[in-house]
């Protein structure tokens, strides 16, 4: 766990280093937003705009950042709480705080080993672990895992697997443990499983099981810059809702 928050610590800083030297918008986004966000940073750029920089981790990890001052110009969250975080420290614009995206929540396994389960109210999954981990997003604190957890005690079932969870840094991390093998199943987004190679969506959680898996988006400061606000209307608009969509994402 040290030795990811180092490597946070230094890719934050090489972020806001780039950001220092070529004026461009920093945007502190959940990390299940990688794969969409640099494509819609991609097309920004195309439109003779200079292209934001992005981190990506934990919204936990993130907003904390914020908190401790970072500089970022945007935050994507992907749960209501750590906006909300932020915002009781008066650290966004409030009128610009808005729902921006949806997303399912889903079991996924090995593809060349996997499961199978039905997901149902005390659906064996436990037994269908056997020996092997449970990788999720850190439950105390990382959004997919707090979905996950959520919808695994509303299902029965936290009480049988708890023991067998990995706890990962984000949700990205939890796909990395299932894509190599080293568990035997996961809960991470729809979306992630959608980009992911190796791994197969043994079945998606009921939306009723968990909270609404939802992404708010706002600009930070008092007095946020013309480049943040303008890239905060394009990621926000039309062309950006039509890359979201081609990622499996639900557009509010």
């Not at 461009?24 to 097309?43: I, N, R, Y």
């Not at 399912?104 to 005390?122: E, F, H, M, Q, Y």
């Amino acid at each position: 766990m040290m030795r990811a928050f180092r490597l946070f610590i230094t890719t934050l800083a090489l972020a806001v280093a780039t950001v220092s030297a070529r004026a461009e918008t920093l945007v502190f986004a959940a990390a299940s937003l990688t794969d969409a966000l640099s494509d819609v940073g991609a097309a920004y750029e195309k439109t003779g705009k200079p292209k934001p920089v992005f981190s990506f981790a934990a919204s936990s990890a993130l907003a904390r950042q914020i908190e401790s001052g970072a500089p970022a110009a945007i935050f994507i969250s992907a749960d209501e709480q750590w906006m909300d975080y932020v915002a009781e420290r008066k650290l966004i614009e409030p009128s610009s705080r808005l729902q921006l995206l949806g997303n399912s929540v889903v079991l996924i396994s090995p593809a060349t080993d996997p499961l199978n389960v039905k997901i149902g109210p005390n659906f064996p999954l436990a037994k269908a672990l056997g020996t092997g981990k449970l990788a999720m997003g850190d439950p105390d604190s990382v959004p997919v895992g707090k979905y996950g957890k959520a919808a695994l005690e509303n299902l029965g079932v936290w009480a049988d697997v708890e023991k067998s969870v990995v706890r990962a840094e984000n949700v990205r991390a939890a796909l990395a443990f299932v894509e190599r093998g080293e568990a035997k199943a996961g809960i991470v987004y729809a979306t992630d499983a959608a980009v992911a190679k190796n791994v197969k969506v043994v079945d998606t959680f009921p939306a009723a099981s968990h909270p609404a898996v939802t992404y708010p988006v706002a600009l930070l400061g008092s007095a946020p810059s013309a480049e943040a606000k303008d890239f905060y209307a394009y990621l926000t608009g039309a062309s950006a809702k039509d890359i979201y969509r081609r990622y499996g994402f639900t557009v509010k």
